[in-house]
């Protein structure tokens, strides 16, 4: 079997918006939609602190489809074009989607919308075009902090993998090279606990993304 899902080093993620933008030029995502957002988390007071600077905390945490394991949006679909595809991933069939949005009005993470030219249903793919061909998401391709990580849930977060820096100085410094260098999860993010793994709010669905935040409180049950 193979699910495949991204997780997210919260610690590492600086706002950038380069995945969200990514996500849109990548998938040609309408004006005013988004597949992928980048939401800010804070600041608030830290536990044991006065409330004030510098007794605060702050993080990024990006939001799309968690291609779920048991997903809601695929259960309300009149006509089955939702549907989990043999990757694990939830994908929508669009020659049957007839645009009644009860999937998006099911989905616990508002993360669906209607595109009023095609009158269907979109939302993140996990840039599947891409996947196919062995390459990563466009929003783990171009993330700048190297927070974001796609891979195989059967094999563990640890093996997922991220773009990895080439030294054009030796051997092939051509962009073939640098798409398919990678580096995995656990060799590049400093070392985290069992606590420190977290999921979207799960209603029964399972959700699949990873989000992993050391040291801060997590409020993405919220």
Not at 72 to 91: L, N, R
């Amino acid at each position: 079997m193979t699910h495949y899902a991204i997780a997210t080093d919260l610690n590492r993620c600086v706002g950038c918006l380069a995945c969200s933008v990514a996500c849109k030029a990548m998938n040609n995502v309408p004006v005013g939609d988004y597949w992928n957002k980048t939401l800010r988390i804070g600041p608030n007071p830290k536990k044991d602190g006065c409330g004030t600077w510098p007794d605060i905390e702050m993080y990024f945490m990006t939001v799309q489809c968690q291609h779920c394991k048991d997903p809601e949006c695929v259960k309300v679909c009149p006509t089955e074009a939702s549907h989990i595809a043999a990757d694990g991933t939830v994908q929508i069939d669009k020659s049957k989607c007839i645009g009644c949005q009860f999937c998006a009005m099911s989905c616990p993470y508002g993360v669906r919308y209607l595109n009023t030219e095609e009158r269907v249903v979109e939302k993140c793919t996990l840039c599947e075009q891409k996947i196919a061909q062995g390459e990563l998401p466009a929003c783990v391709a171009q993330c700048g902090g190297r927070a974001r990580f796609f891979g195989d849930l059967d094999k563990g977060i640890d093996s997922f993998e991220a773009p990895w820096v080439v030294d054009v100085t030796k051997g092939d410094p051509s962009y073939d090279k640098t798409l398919h260098n990678r580096i995995t999860l656990k060799d590049c993010v400093p070392a985290y606990k069992e606590s420190d793994v977290h999921h979207l709010p799960d209603v029964g669905n399972h959700p699949s993304f990873v989000y992993i935040l050391r040291n801060r409180d997590w409020q993405g049950e919220e």
